[in-house]
């Protein structure tokens, strides 16, 4: 069940990042962050005429009514487009948003990072500290997003709210469909960034859980000794009884580590051992 729901971890993570980056990627890279029109209104039969209407993004501005139709102008970010615009409140509100511009890209930087990262670490699942800076990542990449998208917003906001207010005019705007993919990209992040530290936390766990005590490892007596660092041999260990506490099974196991092994025997017949000397680590009978 462990090893399941890891796995089911991994891959949530995974597709949750994926879809992340292709939604941001695909936010920055389109023109439909805002639409607006505005016009006015005809007194004889209470009609309106479309004076101009536009979307825009991050770095595109294309009209679809009024004198500049079928038109595309790149934002200019240090200089003024030559561009005719209806009123200065809308021309302000193009200004205004690029204010939230950095915030969105820098958003791109970050999970583009926490999504190589993270496929790393589930290549190498031995290196489980990928899984939590990837994480970590996976979170400032919507943090910095989900700042741009409330500068974005309150931008706007502030525009339309000193509009002076005239019958005659109208004036709509709306979010568009890149501004979704950027809000839900960002759902998308925050998601994976939170999968992606408790994957973190269980392959941690996982690992405490079958790494051995150090008391566990036989000392290391001599250079010649061919055994020095291995484990103790499990079939050596006593039977587990109930209801003895943890220190009484520490001191069976110091007794067990501190304990001599007994001398051999000589050989029959009354003969001495052969004398035996160490040579690069080991144990060598002399001539």
């Given amino acids: 069940m462990s090893s399941f729901s890891t796995r089911a971890l991994t ?3 995974s597709v949750f990042g994926a879809c992340g980056l292709l939604l941001v990627g695909v936010a920055v890279s389109t023109d439909y962050w805002l639409l607006m ?3 006015i209104v005809l007194q004889q039969n209470q009609t309106t005429e479309v004076k101009m209407a536009l979307h825009s993004g991050l770095w595109r501005v294309c009209f679809v009514a009024g004198s500049e139709k079928g038109r595309c102008v790149a934002s200019e970010y240090f200089t003024e487009p030559e561009i005719e615009i209806t009123t200065e409140n809308t021309a302000n509100i193009l200004k205004m948003v690029r204010t939230a511009t950095p915030f969105p890209m820098v ?7 926490a999504f190589v990262i993270s496929n790393i670490g589930h290549i190498r699942p031995q290196r489980t500290i990928l899984a939590f800076v990837s994480g970590i990542f996976f979170i400032l990449s919507g943090l910095s997003l989900v700042v741009g998208l ?6 706007i906001n502030d525009e339309v709210m000193n509009r002076p207010r005239e019958p005659e005019q109208f004036f709509h705007y709306h979010y568009g469909w890149s501004f979704a993919f950027a809000a839900s990209s960002f759902l998308l992040k925050e998601g994976a960034g939170v999968m992606s530290v408790y994957l973190f936390m269980k392959r941690y766990a996982e690992e405490e859980l079958y790494r051995p005590h150090p008391a566990l490892y036989r000392p290391r007596m001599s250079d010649c000794s061919d055994y020095s660092g291995q484990y103790l041999h499990p079939d050596s260990w006593a039977p587990p009884q109930r209801g003895r506490s943890a220190s009484d099974v520490s001191s069976d196991i110091s007794i067990q580590l501190n304990q001599t ?5 000589f050989p029959k017949g009354g003969s001495n051992p052969v004398p035996a000397k160490c040579v690069g680590g080991r144990v060598v009978a002399k001539k």
Avoid: K, R
């Avoid at 092994?261 to 025997?265: S, T």
């Fill in 11 to 13: 891959l949530l993570s």
């Fill in 37 to 39: 029109e505005e016009g």
């Fill in 107 to 113: 958003s791109l930087l970050f999970v583009f990072t």
């Fill in 150 to 155: 409330v500068l974005y917003i309150s931008s």
């Fill in 261 to 265: 092994p007994p001398q051999q025997p």
